[in-house]
């Protein structure tokens, strides 16, 4: 992927909670740069609420910028996403985010005409911009915009925590880049060989014919049967180490009661 300058831009913000959950929600995703446009609270940034909300993302805090206008905010600039759950009558188109990002990135299958945009290689940085809680984005700023992005939501209830919209944001975004590996739980170990199944199915063989439950003059299918529903388990060394101390606690029980 090339490289794609990222800012989140949050316009006239009135709770400093909501910063210090963006800055979680940004450093989470990958992203570190947070502007602020003539937020309530001129010293937002070093307010304990911001701080507690921001619960360890103090770097993304740290580079963070107040500024007094949106221009200043856009500087460098050259894609710019609004934040809009309702369509504007004049305006950018309204698309969702994972919409747009597929057209920016060229992925979309039914792009038409009127839904072209610049080549993603042409765009070297993007801007995602959120309105205040009280009264989301003003119509002059929107226009400034290339897309209003909307995220679907339940049309009766469409209200979403400005932080929260932004983590959507942010996450859709980082998906559209490739997104992070999930990393797996620590000494995850593989699955089981065809050699440790096969001592399984032999041990787990002899205990029940010790319990009676197998007649090894008449096996018929059990055996096989069992071999095919462990294949589909996909037991792992530790489960087959399990499965044959049952077999084992099975044999020493029958072999007791005689």
């Excluded at 740069?33 to 921001?54: F, H, S």
């Excluded at 209003?148 to 939501?153: F, G, M, R």
């Amino acid at each position: 992927m090339w490289p794609m300058r990222t800012r989140f831009i949050l316009i006239e913000t009135s709770h400093p909670g909501n910063v210090g959950a963006a800055a979680r929600a940004l450093k989470v995703m990958g992203f570190d740069d947070m502007v602020l446009v003539a937020p309530r609270y001129a010293n937002v940034l070093r307010k304990e609420e911001t701080i507690q909300r921001a619960s360890g993302a103090n770097d993304v805090l740290d580079k963070t910028r107040i500024v007094s206008t949106l221009e200043e905010a856009l500087d460098g600039i050259s894609h710019v996403c609004a934040t809009a759950m309702t369509p504007r009558d004049f305006g950018p188109p309204t698309r969702s985010p994972r919409e747009h990002f597929d057209l920016l990135l060229g992925r979309s299958l039914t792009q038409t005409a009127s839904e072209i945009v610049k080549p993603a290689e042409a765009i070297s940085s993007i801007g995602f911009l959120f309105g205040s809680e009280r009264f989301g984005m003003k119509n002059e700023d929107v226009y400034k915009c290339h897309v209003a992005l909307s995220i679907p939501t339940n049309p009766d209830f469409g209200s979403l925590n400005l932080a929260a919209a932004l983590q959507l944001v942010a996450y859709e975004w980082r998906l559209a880049l490739g997104g992070f590996p999930v990393a797996s739980p620590a000494g995850e170990s593989g699955l089981a060989d065809a050699a440790q199944v096969a001592g399984l199915l032999g041990h787990l063989e002899q205990a029940l014919i010790e319990i009676g439950f197998l007649d090894p003059e008449a096996p018929k299918k059990l055996m096989p049967r069992l071999n095919q529903l462990f294949n589909r388990a996909n037991l792992t060394p530790e489960e087959i180490h399990i499965l044959r101390g049952v077999a084992k606690a099975m044999i020493e029980t029958a072999q007791a009661k005689r």
